[in-house]
């Protein structure tokens, strides 16, 4: 499915991470947006992986329930949910792009809780986080051909309030996951954050 | 592409499944080719153009569309046009050679806001007259505001 163009909506923000996002728009407005990891062919990171829609996410269960691995189709986005193991400690994290995932089981619900995100510093495209954002994840497959994923963001720097929502999945039984690899961006911003398209992509 | 072979605790999990987002109310998703801003693109003006290929280049996370449009002093000047990536396109209906160098066309376009000859491609109509989508299908009601609690 696609969306009109940026079609995002309020999140609760606090003072200093409002006045983030009211410069981003900003500068957007002035021909400068903000550059989120992705627009480098970098990882687009786990917020932005589950807040963008159309592509395809294939989860795979594996090593006797001990691991799962989903990957979502565009820019090869890939992470790993440890369900045996809790977090690692804090001197062993560091900020990441999809961060440390550990899950277990309530019933038939997959509960992935998430860490450690400080690589990316947006929610979507602009909304911006901080590096204590926290994802929590309960994925219910509740039909043969639907999975819905509870998603919560939690953020004491940036958001007031944890912000919930549901992600609905379609299985699509005939699908294959495609080769995305970010090769062709071209896509430039000068020195001042100018927008611009060139004639070949970046070397 | 569903192999739900696991008989077990979890059997709501197959052990490999592939499926696509319908919906998030979690304040809105981003388009199909969420990859960067569009702010460069002028989303209120489109417009149209007789046009020939000079080159398509089927790549992520972009496809390309270069091609020769005559402007008003009769002069034939290069163009880039945006496309989603590739993956997407594929599920639209294009194929690598969809178009070809030399391939006269109809372009429907987003301009540059800058005045830069090129924009982002909305449709296109082919030499045997079927038309395609260079961003997807028609958008899509904008989900639920966000909750909170």
């Known amino acids: 499915m696609q969306t009109p163009d940026r079609p995002f909506k309020t999140y609760p923000l606090t003072p200093e991470y409002a006045a983030i996002l009211k410069q981003r728009r900003a500068d957007e407005a002035a021909g400068k947006p903000y550059q989120v990891a992705q627009n480098r062919c970098l990882p687009a990171g786990l917020a932005a992986t589950m807040t963008t829609g159309a592509y395809p996410i294939e989860i795979f269960y594996q090593k006797g329930g001990q691991e799962i691995l989903l990957q979502k189709e565009n820019v090869g986005a890939l992470y790993r949910v440890y369900l045996n193991r809790p977090h690692k400690n804090a001197d062993e994290l560091y900020p990441m792009f999809y961060g440390d995932s550990i899950g277990h089981w309530e019933g038939n619900v997959l509960v992935v809780d998430t860490v450690s995100l400080g690589a990316t510093a947006a929610l979507d495209l602009i909304t911006p986080h901080s590096e204590a954002l926290h994802v929590v994840q309960r994925l219910h497959r509740v039909s043969y051909d639907t999975l819905e994923d509870e998603i919560t963001f939690e953020d004491a720097k940036a958001l007031t309030t944890p912000v919930t929502a549901t992600a609905v999945f379609k299985l699509h039984a005939d699908w294959e996951i495609e080769e995305y690899e970010c090769t062709n961006e071209r896509l430039m911003f000068d020195e001042h954050g100018n927008q611009t398209i060139s004639k070949s992509a970046a070397p | ?149």
């Open chain 2, 1 to 149: 592409m569903i192999r739900d072979r696991r008989k077990g605790n979890h059997s709501m999990l197959p052990q490999t499944l592939v499926c696509t987002l319908l919906a998030l109310g979690l304040g809105g998703i981003a388009p199909a080719s969420a990859h960067h801003s569009y702010a460069m693109f002028d989303a209120n003006n489109l417009v149209t153009f007789d046009a020939t290929v000079k080159e398509f280049q089927w790549t992520n996370p972009h496809s390309w569309l270069q091609v020769m449009i005559v402007d008003d002093k009769g002069v034939a000047q290069e163009w880039s046009l945006e496309l989603g990536p590739l993956v997407a396109l594929h599920r639209w209906g294009w194929k690598p050679h969809s178009v070809n160098p030399g391939d006269k066309v109809k372009v429907s376009l987003n301009p540059l806001r800058d005045g830069t000859r090129g924009g982002r491609l909305m449709t296109i109509v082919l030499p045997g007259g079927e038309t395609l989508s260079g961003q997807g299908v028609a958008p899509a009601p904008i989900p639920a505001a966000s909750s909170s609690h």
